[in-house]
């Protein structure tokens, strides 16, 4: 990457090894640096656009407020590397390897038959690792949407689910668990000579444990960054791109003011696919991430009030606690958007998708402006001057 001029140093973490990148150019997303600076090339190209799967990595986050370690499946071709900055990256070189000891979660896919050619299991592996650092017994409801967003050619998915599965006892296949029968076998009074094909896919007991004591610790170092984050707006210069991170909304305010061409960046799910496929270049590029008043939730009598920097997750998780804990009758709006957000996209865009930024990029096809219209939903605005 060429030098550029007045940039701040971007610091960030890859398998928990630290890394300062003091010339990043905006129009480079992880997966290129990865494979090609970094040099770790278990994260593969498929499709570039987000559909595939196969560059997926899981991103982690300290939040000071909640004093929470969030971790995060995304789709690295569409993750610009200056929008790391304070975040841990965990790639499928970084939870194990045959040189020194393989993962659970690869464990298990392997011995499961839950690969062929190979080519989008660091994908599936990497999704199914994200869920369990926060469900180490996950649901098969909540495996069969991590997994949405990842494409397999060969396995039908099905070995892959099950392989999964074998984590949660109380939701395995039969056979799984080791009791040599499955319950779609033939009947047992049919002859012996058609239910002798089916053998166990493996013993249980052959398993390593899943044992969260030995993951990755997040780095203490970017837990006291965002402990006591910088208010100043940062600053990466590439060849074409400048990219501007504000600290305060204020600062974000007078920056679209100075630059109304601008366009704001949050998940880069919509203007990644522009810069990448329609060679769209944007001379300034602003950042809004860091702004905390727009990752706020405020719930009261009158209703949700959900920032526009929050994911789609984050959003579906909130929803999913109100509904929780709210009467029926007061709940329909947001169980018909709970309905819809199950439909946009694969996890790892429905993690790095802002609110905000789906509202105003005005999607043609499953898009939720038709639900939150009819609901009669307040869009709060904010610029300098008014």
């Not at 690869?106 to 869920?131: D, N, W």
């Not at 650092?133 to 039908?156: K, M």
């Given at each position: 990457m060429s030098r550029a001029k007045e940039s701040d140093e971007l610091v960030f973490f890859v398998n928990g090894k630290k890394v300062i990148e003091r010339n990043a150019d905006p129009e480079v997303n992880l997966l290129f640096y990865l494979r090609k600076v970094i040099r770790l090339t278990g994260t593969?190209?498929?499709?570039?656009?987000?559909?595939?799967?196969?560059?997926?990595?899981?991103?982690?986050?300290?939040?000071?407020?909640?004093?929470?370690?969030?971790?995060?499946?995304?789709?690295?071709?569409?993750?610009?590397?200056?929008?790391?900055?304070?975040?841990?990256?965990?790639?499928?070189?970084?939870?194990?390897?045959?040189?020194?000891?393989?993962?659970?979660?690869?464990?298990?896919?392997?011995?499961?038959?839950?690969?062929?050619?190979?080519?989008?299991?660091?994908?599936?592996?990497?999704?199914?690792?994200?869920?369990?650092?926060?469900?180490?017994?996950?649901?098969?409801?909540?495996?069969?949407?991590?997994?949405?967003?990842?494409?397999?050619?060969?396995?039908?998915?099905?070995?892959?689910?099950?392989?999964?599965?074998?984590?949660?006892?109380?939701?395995?296949?039969?056979?799984m668990n080791g009791n040599g029968k499955c319950c779609l076998d033939e009947e047992e009074n049919e002859p012996a000579k058609k239910t002798s094909i089916y053998t166990k896919l493996y013993e249980k007991e052959e398993f390593q444990p899943l044992d969260p004591t030995q993951e990755l610790i997040f780095p203490p170092e970017l837990m006291r960054m965002a402990e006591d984050p910088q208010k100043r707006a940062l600053t990466f210069c590439g060849e074409r791109t400048t990219w501007i991170a504000p600290g305060t909304l204020k600062d974000l305010l007078d920056l679209k003011m100075k630059y109304p061409s601008a366009p704001l960046m949050m998940g880069n799910t919509s203007l990644g696919l522009d810069m990448k496929f329609k060679e769209v270049s944007y001379p300034i590029i602003i950042s809004p991430a860091r702004v905390l008043e727009l990752h706020i939730v405020t719930n009261t009598k009158e209703g949700l009030t959900l920032g526009a920097g929050l994911s789609l997750t984050q959003v579906k998780d909130v929803l999913e606690d109100v509904v929780s804990r709210l009467p029926e009758e007061r709940t329909q709006k947001y169980r018909a958007l709970l309905k819809h957000l199950k439909t946009l996209a694969g996890q790892q865009i429905r993690n790095m998708a802002s609110l905000g930024g789906h509202i105003i990029s005005r999607l043609p096809t499953s898009d939720l402006n038709p639900i939150l219209g009819v609901g009669n939903c307040i869009l709060n605005v904010a610029s300098t001057g008014f």
């Open positions: 593969k190209y498929g499709c570039g656009g987000g559909g595939c799967g196969a560059c997926t990595v899981m991103v982690s986050r300290y939040d000071p407020v909640f004093k929470k370690i969030s971790h995060f499946s995304i789709a690295a071709c569409l993750v610009p590397i200056c929008s790391l900055h304070g975040a841990a990256v965990t790639t499928v070189e970084g939870i194990g390897s045959t040189k020194t000891r393989i993962h659970p979660v690869q464990e298990r896919i392997a011995k499961g038959h839950g690969t062929q050619c190979g080519f989008c299991t660091p994908g599936m592996v990497m999704s199914s690792y994200a869920l369990l650092r926060d469900h180490p017994e996950p649901s098969t409801e909540q495996l069969t949407e991590t997994l949405g967003g990842n494409l397999c050619r060969c396995t039908g998915y099905r070995p892959i689910v099950e392989s999964m599965k074998s984590l949660s006892p109380s939701s395995s296949c039969c056979r």
